[in-house]
T-cell receptor, first 116, second 115 residues
Framework: AQTVTQSQPEMSVQEAETVTLSCTYD???????LFWYKQPPSRQMILVIR??????QNATENRFSVNFQKAAKSFSLKISDSQLGDTAMYFC?????????????FGGGTRLMVKP | GAGVSQSPSNKVTEKGKDVELRCDPI?????LYWYRQSLGQGLEFLIY????????KSGLPSDRFSAERTGGSVSTLTIQRTQQEDSAVYLC?????????????FGEGSWLTVV
């Protein structure tokens, strides 16, 4: 079974600064996908960024980037130039590549507050 | 519709009553998922539908929980004889065809409170 751990329950950052959210996971699989989801107060989970484990290059989406360390089973999210709208819960998630059920396994979440 | 639609948004029910939660996925999406988000357990997978295949019910916590998907579109999650521990946000999600690399789109959830 897969497990996903987010060791930072809460974090804060000043607007325009950079913040890094940590995520580690445990799996015996070699091929899989990793995700960061954002959940604002509206409750809707929104995909922030996705990484395929067989790709060595770290994924980037505008101000969001990841540091994927496959050997260390680490998948951190860096948010650059933080904006007030980035305030939300952030969830790291894992999916096996060939899992017929396509089940996402989520970490416990990190509550990020961006301060003006 | 433009996104995954869930109803009701909020539901308060008495212990022992049955509840039905509805999910309308993005048009054309064949894969549909239900997750539960609670304070004590975080986000848990409940059930997965893919096209006409038998659903993956491996995440349903007890036989009081059931779900169906009619016509490959709308899904209903039913909780019978609700208990206080069933209080949670129930999230529905859909994706185009269930391929692991496809984006999964979530609705805003149904917040269930059992009193």
């Amino acid at each position: 079974a897969q497990t996903v751990t987010q060791s930072q329950p809460e974090m804060s950052v000043q607007e325009a600064e950079t913040v890094t959210l940590s995520c580690t996971y445990d799996t015996s699989e070699n091929n899989y996908y990793l995700f960061w989801y954002k959940q604002p107060p509206s409750r809707q989970m929104i995909l922030v960024i996705r990484q395929e484990a067989y790709k060595q290059q770290n994924a980037t989406e505008n101000r969001f980037s990841v540091n994927f360390q496959k050997a260390a089973k680490s998948f951190s999210l860096k948010i650059s130039d933080s904006q007030l709208g980035d305030t939300a819960m952030y969830f790291c998630a894992f999916m096996k590549r060939w899992d017929a059920g396509n089940m996402l396994t989520f970490g416990g979440g990190t509550r990020l507050m961006v301060k003006p | 519709g433009a996104g995954v639609s869930q109803s009701p948004s909020n539901k308060v029910t008495e212990k022992g009553k049955d509840v039905e939660l509805r999910c309308d996925p993005i048009s054309g999406h064949t894969a549909l998922y239900w997750y539960r988000q609670s304070l004590g357990q975080g986000l848990e997978f409940l059930i997965y539908f893919q096209g006409n295949s038998a659903p993956d019910k491996s995440g349903l916590p007890s036989d009081r929980f059931s779900a169906e998907r009619t016509g490959g579109s709308v899904s209903t999650l039913t909780i019978q004889r609700t208990q206080q521990e069933d209080s949670a946000v129930y999230l529905c999600a859909s994706s185009p065809d269930g391929h692991p690399g496809n984006t999964i789109y979530f609705g805003e959830g149904s917040w269930l409170t059992v009193v």
